[in-house]
C-alpha cells in the first residue's frame, strides 16, 4: 500500500535523523576521550556498553528472534553481522585515530564524504543508477561538505594526516551503509545488530591487547562517561534504529540523511569548545541540506525496489 509506505519510509527518515543528531554531538566527547585513552581499549569498552544495553531488548524479544531463525538460519545472521561488523570496526578505528590528530568538527564534515561513496558501491557492485533527484542531492552535499572541509576552519586549516585517517573512515562508513543495506531487510534486525557490535567489540580487544597498554580497563573519568554514552546511545540505539530503518529506504537515501551529521557536529563543536564556522562553511551545510531535499522529492522508486527494499 503507497500510503502505508510512505509513512514507514517518514519514520524510518526521521529516525536515521536522530542517529545522525546523536553521532554528531560525539565528536567532541569521542576527542577528549582518546587524548586520555588508547583508541582500541576505548573502542572496546564503548561497544561492551552497547552489547550490554542490547541485551535486555534480546531477552525482550526472544521469542520473535526464534521465529526469524527458522526462516533464515543462525549461520547466515552470523556472516551478515560480521561482515558488517568488520567495516563498522576500520570505521570507528580510523575516525577515532583521526580525532587524535584533527579538530572534531573537520572530522564530522569528512566523514559527510560516505553521502558521495555509497551510490559508487551502487554503481560499481550492483550497475545501478540513481535517479535524477538523487543525483541533483548527491552533487549539492558533495559541494557542501567541500566547503565545510576544504575552506578551512579557524582551528585546524587546511589537511592534515587526521583528515586522511578521517577519510579512510568515510571509506567504512560508506561500506557499512551498503552492507547493512543488503543484508537489513532480509534477517532479524536485533540479531544482526548484536553480531555487527560484538563483532566490533572483539576486533577491538584483540587490537588493544596487540597493540596498547592502557593503564586501566575500563577507563575513568571523562573516558568512562564517553564510553557510556556513546556505547549505549551512539551505538547500540543509533545502530540498532539504522538497521531497522534500512529495511524501509534505500542506502543512498541513507547516506544523504547521514550528511547531516557533519552540520549537528559542528553546531556542537561550537557550542562546547568554541569552534567557529565562517560563511563558507554555513553555505555548506544550507547545501546539505538542499541536497537532502532534492534526493527526497526526486527520490527513484524503482531504483530502490532493485535494491531489495521493502516497499510497503
Known amino acids: 500500500m503507497p500510503s502505508l509506505h510512505r509513512h514507514r519510509k517518514l519514520v524510518a527518515d526521521l ?27 576505548f573502542l572496546n569498552v564503548r561497544f561492551l556498553f552497547a552489547l550490554i544495553g542490547l541485551l535486555p531488548i534480546v531477552i525482550w ?20 553481522g560480521g561482515i558488517i561488523g568488520v567495516f563498522l570496526f576500520a570505521g570507528y578505528s580510523f575516525q577515532t585515530a583521526g580525532l587524535l590528530f584533527t579538530t572534531p568538527a573537520k572530522a564530522g564534515f569528512i566523514t559527510g564524504l560516505s553521502v558521495v561513496i555509497v551510490p559508487l558501491l551502487g554503481v560499481l557492485l550492483l550497475r545501478e543508477r540513481p535517479g535524477l533527484g538523487v543525483i541533483l542531492g548527491i552533487g549539492l552535499a558533495t559541494i557542501g561538505l567541500a566547503l565545510l572541509s576544504l575552506s578551512g576552519l579557524q582551528s585546524g586549516a587546511g589537511v592534515n594526516p587526521g583528515d586522511l585517517l578521517v577519510l579512510a573512515c568515510a571509506i567504512s562508513f560508506a561500506a557499512h551503509i551498503f552492507s547493512v543495506g543488503r543484508f537489513a531487510p532480509h534477517l532479524d534486525v536485533i540479531l544482526l545488530t548484536v553480531v555487527q557490535i560484538a ?7 584483540v587490537a588493544s591487547l596487540l597493540f ?12 568512562l562517561f564517553a564510553a557510556l554514552f556513546t556505547g549505549l546511545l551512539a551505538t547500540a540505539l543509533a545502530f540498532g534504529l ?4 534500512q529495511r524501509f529506504t534505500t ?12 552540520v549537528f557536529a559542528a553546531l556542537a563543536s561550537f557550542v562546547l569548545i568554541g569552534e567557529v564556522l565562517g560563511a563558507p562553511q ?21 531504483w530502490s525496489a532493485k535494491q531489495g527494499r521493502v516497499e510497503g
Not at 524479544?61 to 551478515?80: D, E, G, P, V
Request: positive net charge; aromatic residues 8%; proline residues 6%.
Open 199 to 205: 563483532t566490533v567489540m572483539v576486533l577491538a580487544g
Open 242 to 245: 539504522q538497521t531497522a530503518a
Open 282 to 302: 554555513l553555505l555548506g551545510c544550507i547545501l546539505i541540506l538542499a541536497g537532502m531535499l532534492a534526493a527526497e522529492l526526486g527520490a527513484d522508486t524503482k
Open 61 to 80: 524479544r526472544r521469542r520473535i528472534i526464534r521465529q526469524s531463525l527458522q526462516h533464515t538460519n543462525l549461520r547466515r545472521h552470523l556472516a551478515a
Open 15 to 41: 529516525g536515521l535523523l536522530f542517529v545522525a543528531f546523536i553521532w554528531g554531538l560525539t565528536f567532541v566527547m569521542v576527542q577528549d576521550a582518546v587524548q586520555a585513552y588508547p583508541v582500541f581499549a
Open 212 to 223: 596498547e597498554q592502557p593503564d586501566t580497563w575500563p577507563p575513568r573519568g571523562q573516558p
Open 251 to 262: 542506502a543512498t537515501h541513507t547516506a544523504l540523511i547521514f550528511a547531516t551529521e557533519p
